[in-house]
């Protein structure tokens, strides 16, 4: 089962605009990820951000995590359309039982040119 | 400093066929983590290993195997191949025994079952 879910499934905006991807858990964590996967290719990670941690920035990235309620965000300021890709969040599995991620579903995202 | 690579990129098999996946890691990383990626289940964990030792194992049956050399290298193993095992099979590294760090991922092994 997944841990993550990602909110929206799919988001199609124009280049300049922001985007901005939720993602929920489940259960207690120590930290949150997130990875790009352009189409087919491998995972890219983004950023992380500990359990300790409200916001993280990263460039254009901004990340916020809130623990009590469970779920995470991504924002991409002034998109290109070179970001376009999938972006997914990622939760540690088993904390501290080794290098094991639960994915979301990920957020397709379309920066039109 | 090389990344992931996987072999083969792209393999089509059939039906009852077997297929071996391999991974080299980034050098220096002696973690090593397998996981299958479908359109209807998304992405899945299907094996760790750390210092030739499978730590930690998903929820994928017996066919599903894997193993890891001294060199840190790793080959995942898929017997009795079924039309459902089609999928991107991406590999990932990483420099700590434990999650505090960022994964390394391959651009992946896409294996196509007819």
């Known amino acids: 089962s997944q841990q993550g879910e990602e909110d929206p499934q799919a988001l199609s905006i124009q280049e300049g605009e922001n985007a901005t991807m939720n993602c929920s858990y489940k259960?207690?964590?120590?930290?949150l990820q997130w990875y790009r996967q352009n189409s087919g290719r491998g995972l890219v990670h983004l950023i992380l951000?500990?359990?300790?941690?409200r916001e993280k920035h990263s460039g254009r990235l901004r990340v916020t995590l809130d623990t009590s309620k469970k779920s995470s965000s991504l924002l991409i300021t002034a998109s290109r359309a070179a970001d376009t890709a999938s972006y997914f969040c990622a939760t540690p599995r088993n904390n501290n039982a080794g290098n094991m991620l639960t994915f979301g579903g990920g957020t397709r995202l379309m920066v039109k040119p | 400093k090389a990344g992931v690579t996987q072999t083969p990129r792209y393999l089509i098999k059939t039906r009852g066929q077997q297929v071996t996946l391999s991974c080299s890691p980034i050098?220096?990383?002696?973690?090593v983590s397998w996981y299958q990626q479908t359109p209807g289940q998304g992405l899945q964990f299907l094996f760790e290993?750390?210092?030739?030792?499978?730590?930690n194992k998903g929820n994928f049956p017996g066919r599903f195997s894997g193993r890891q050399f001294s060199n840190s290298r790793s080959e995942m193993n898929v017997s009795t191949l079924e039309l459902g095992d089609s999928a991107l099979y991406l590999c990932a590294s990483s420099l700590a025994a434990r999650l505090t760090g960022e994964l390394f991922f391959g651009e992946g092994s896409r294996l196509t079952v007819l």
């Open positions: 259960t207690s964590i120590n930290n």
């Open positions: 951000i500990r359990s300790n941690e």
């Open positions: 050098s220096g990383h002696r973690s």
């Open positions: 290993y750390f210092s030739e030792t499978q730590r």
